[in-house]
């Protein structure tokens, strides 16, 4: 029977930990026993969370601060639980800040486990120095993007590459006719959906300038209805945020009603990450918009090495979905360019020929990444037990 110990410090990550979880399961015959941190879908697959989720769900510099002494006592209790458990393998996923601090501090205690991270740290954007240290905390790297081994191979990491998750998503399963039946949404409506983010100061910074920007969208569009899909960490929260607005707002929690919307929708607003992902392979055509404190866009203008932080745009080297950062992320801006969108103008048909491309560069049609990294991390315990 084996023992892994799964991490995931975010929603993101959860949903990744859920899809391995599956892999690991059908690849071991289910003679696997899963430990450690995640959220709703992990659960779902047979995890018993040591700690809630939501506590390391903090984007940025500044806001991270007052949540330090928690997450330390987090890093503490998880690696006393790792050396109680003594599984065959770590497997963080993702949020590398939390989870570098996790593999140091296994390596100081010598315990011989072998320590796999999923989801490299985006080096190339910023602190490429960090490449050249990572092989003293972890045995080996599972990358989404094919552009990312040659940044961690030269310095002496084994590192594969195993696809981007959102090929496997449940959103290529969507049924856009589901979600207007659920919500008895007459045919002749359309649908836009707003995605603020899955952590809470994204959805305070984000949330009233989308909900204005929808505002000032449906004076011109009345046809339209939005949808607000959300998460558990930030749930109670949106809907205490969305007040007293008048527009014709579904808020949705499930990850099919998230999806089904997805594939209903004519447009979105969203913030940027891997959602922007998702809505690109399911060709729907949006904007995306994201604030952080002003000390956090400071330090990224100053250290960030990148000219796009959308995926569709870094995996075409172009700008197919405009980016709305900081003080560009404003209602009328995002009005403007959705305008532009709904006109089935130039900028609609560069979004639809790029995402083409997108869905090429991702890999669709070959093994799903979950299958391959539940390989590579089954093969790593068998090495590390020759």
């Not at 290529?172 to 952590?199: C, E, W």
């Not at 305008?339 to 093994?367: A, C, N, S």
């Amino acid at each position: 029977m084996r023992k892994i110990y799964l991490i995931a410090g975010e929603p993101s990550g959860d949903l990744l930990g859920s899809r391995l979880m599956r892999a690991l399961k059908k690849q071991t015959n289910g003679e696997v026993e899963f430990y450690g941190v995640g959220g709703d879908t992990m659960e779902r697959e047979g995890l018993k969370p040591l700690f809630d989720i939501s506590d390391l769900a903090v984007m940025g510099l500044w806001e991270v601060i007052p949540s330090i002494p928690k997450i330390f006592k987090h890093i503490k209790n998880t690696v006393e639980d790792i050396k109680k458990v003594k599984p065959d393998v770590v497997v963080t996923i993702d949020s590398w800040s939390f989870s570098a601090r996790i593999h140091k501090a296994l390596r100081k205690q010598k315990l011989g486990i072998p320590q796999v991270h999923y989801v490299a740290p985006q080096v190339w954007a910023w602190k490429k120095k960090r490449a050249r240290t990572m092989y003293k905390y972890i045995d080996r790297l599972l990358t989404l993007f094919p552009y990312e081994p040659k940044y961690f191979t030269p310095y002496h990491l084994p590192t594969d590459f195993i696809g981007h998750p959102v090929i496997e998503s449940d959103a290529v399963h969507a049924n856009a006719q589901d979600f207007y039946k659920k919500f008895n949404i007459p045919q002749d409506k359309k649908i836009m959906t707003i995605l603020p983010g899955s952590r809470k100061n994204e959805v305070s910074r984000l949330l009233p300038v989308f909900l204005e920007a929808a505002e000032k969208i449906y004076q011109e569009h009345p046809e339209f209805y939005f949808v607000l899909p959300t998460v558990k960490t930030v749930s109670e929260m949106v809907k205490k945020s969305i007040g007293e607005t008048k527009l014709p707002l579904i808020v949705t929690e499930t990850e099919t009603d998230r999806y089904n919307a997805f594939k209903a929708s004519t447009a979105a607003i969203a913030a940027s990450g891997t959602v922007a992902l998702e809505l690109a392979i399911l060709d729907v055509p949006h904007i995306i918009g994201y604030k952080v404190a002003p000390l956090s866009a400071w330090l990224a203008k100053k250290f960030l090495k990148i000219e796009f932080v959308n995926l569709s745009n870094i995996l075409l080297g172009r700008e197919i979905i405009p980016e709305l950062l900081q003080e560009r992320c404003i209602a009328v801006n995002i009005r403007t360019y959705i305008e532009q969108i709904l006109r089935h103008g130039e900028l609609y048909e560069k979004q639809m020929e790029g995402f083409k491309k997108v869905r090429e560069v991702l890999g669709f049609g070959q093994q799903t990444p979950s299958e391959n990294a539940a390989r590579v991390i089954l093969n790593t315990i068998e090495e590390k037990q020759k």
